[in-house]
């Protein structure tokens, strides 16, 4: 099964800031790369599919690249409602895999 | 909109049966391939089981294969995972996800404890 390796494990940032989040594959993906946001309990909820496409609903402060094995989620200018777990997720082998996520905190 | 309300969780004991249950609703549920996710108590999300649109295609993980079954029932747009065999490190709070993009929409989660 394919690995998915997050980094940072936790990021500390003031809200307004902005946040970069790293993700990478122990094999390529081609673009087959979604992220997740988790609030404390609560499901999780698509934010990106397909590497850089944003979902339905999902604010534009929310960006994300990367092709192969190594992707990046941008948050600018952070709210208070984006701090929250983030996950990524592969959906080009199965079984789909998650990393073990990035926790954002406020600083 | 979309709606995925989830129900059939509880206390088991090891080697126990349990089935969860999703009612859909706000899509063509017998369109759409949907999955069931998990995440243990404090831990991070598995991808747990996948069923095709069209019903014929299951595809699960390794570590449930031959104990639980992902199946629906249309007329009443409704997924459900039998779990049977179960142990303790199945515990964690199960969620029914429909497809389409990749993980679209989660259901609120029901919590499964395999314990005696």
Redesign the interface.
């Given at each position: 099964e394919i690995l998915m390796t997050q980094s940072p494990a936790s990021l500390s940032v003031s809200p307004g800031e902005g946040a970069t989040l790293s993700c990478r594959a122990n094999q390529s993906l081609r673009d087959n790369l979604?992220w997740?946001q988790?609030k404390p309990g609560q499901?999780?909820?698509?934010l990106i599919?397909?590497a850089s496409?944003r979902?339905t609903g999902v604010p534009a402060r929310f960006s994300a690249s990367g092709s192969g094995t190594d992707f990046t989620l941008t948050i600018s200018r952070l709210e208070l409602e984006d701090f929250a777990l983030y996950?990524c997720?592969q959906?080009d082998v199965?079984?789909?895999?998650?990393?073990?996520?990035t926790r954002l905190e406020v600083k | 909109q979309v709606q995925l309300v989830q129900s059939g969780g509880g206390l088991v004991e090891p080697g126990g049966s349990l089935t969860l249950s999703c009612v859909a609703s706000g899509f063509a549920f017998s369109a759409t391939g949907m999955h069931w996710a998990r995440q243990a108590p404090g831990k991070?999300?598995?991808?747990v089981a996948?069923l095709q649109f069209d019903g014929r295609d299951k595809?699960y993980?390794?570590s449930v294969r031959g104990r639980f079954t992902i199946s629906r029932d249309t007329s009443n747009n409704t997924l459900f995972l039998h779990m049977n065999s179960l142990r303790p490190d199945d515990t964690a709070v199960y969620?029914c996800v429909k497809d389409n993009?990749?993980?679209?929409?989660?259901?609120?989660?029901t919590l499964v404890t395999v314990s005696s």
């Open positions: 979604a997740y988790q499901p999780p909820s698509l599919y397909r496409s979902a996950y997720q959906s199965w079984p789909w895999t998650f990393g073990q996520g | 991070g999300l598995e991808w996948f595809v993980r390794e969620y993009p990749v993980l679209g929409v989660w259901g609120h989660g």
